[in-house]
């Protein structure tokens, strides 16, 4: 069984540059997270999904901060345009009726290096 | 509001010893509590969980916590640990708000010297 799917595990590009990253959650969950790992910060929960709708974006940093889940299958967040500050691992994570009654199932991350 | 605190950041045992991890939460109600792990390189992944009923629970490869009401704690214990064991560990809350979302601690990193 696949757990969740995360592109790209690296990525590096130079300041400004618009960074797409994706995921793809477990089939037949109906909930998705993204998170952001950093020394300084810890584990922060950026934006969350409920059917594809997103349910509550009070994490995302700026508006230079976007995320989509066009279908059940697949989602993606968007840095446009991308700042050094934004370096950090995105997690993608993904649950069956939400992160309090079921476990989340997390990604391997991406690791993001704006220059 | 709710939060969690791992009070030690970094935490050093050798091989066979026991392991208690601390976790203190703050919450208006009967709280939602979680364990999870991060290896290096990887995502999390839930060791155990607590809802209600009984305050000791079981988790994944030999983890153990409890939840006491009066101290607003919910620490990972383990008898006897082994090499495998060293990643970092995370405690984390469920909304108050009944929101389907979690907030987690900063983690505390476990070394197991052999």
């Known amino acids: 069984d696949a757990g969740v799917i995360q592109s790209p595990r690296h990525e590096v590009t130079e300041m400004g540059q618009e960074v797409t990253l994706r995921c793809k959650p477990i089939?037949?969950?109906?909930?998705l997270f993204w998170y952001r790992q950093t020394m300084m910060r810890g584990l922060e929960l950026l934006i969350y999904?409920?059917?594809?709708?997103?349910?509550?974006d009070s994490g995302m940093p700026e508006d230079r901060f976007s995320a989509k889940m066009p279908n059940a299958s697949f989602s993606t967040l968007k840095i446009q345009p991308s700042e050094p500050r934004d370096s950090a691992v995105y997690f993608c994570?993904?649950?069956?009726?939400?992160?309090?009654?079921?476990?989340?199932?997390f990604g391997d991350g991406t690791r993001l290096s704006i220059l | 509001a709710q939060s969690v605190t791992q009070p030690d950041i970094h935490i050093t045992v050798s091989e066979g010893a026991s392991l208690e991890l601390r976790c203190n939460y703050s919450y208006g109600a009967t709280p939602y509590l979680f364990w999870y792990v991060q290896s290096p390189g990887q995502g999390l992944q839930l060791l155990l969980k607590?809802?209600?009923?009984?305050?000791l629970v079981q988790g994944i490869k030999g983890f153990e916590a409890e939840f006491k009401r009066s101290q607003s704690s919910f620490n990972l214990r383990k008898p006897s640990v082994h090499w495998s064991d060293a990643a970092e560990y995370f405690c984390?809350?469920?909304?108050?708000?009944?929101?389907?979302?979690?907030?987690f601690g900063t983690g505390t990193r476990l070394t197991v010297i052999p």
């Open positions: 994570a993904s649950s069956f009726q939400g992160a309090r009654n079921q476990p989340q199932h």
């Open positions: 607590y809802f209600s009923g009984d305050t």
């Open positions: 089939s037949g969950h109906d909930y």
């Open positions: 999904f409920n059917n594809n709708v997103p349910i509550d």
């Open positions: 984390a809350v469920g909304a108050e708000t009944g929101a389907n979302n979690l907030f």
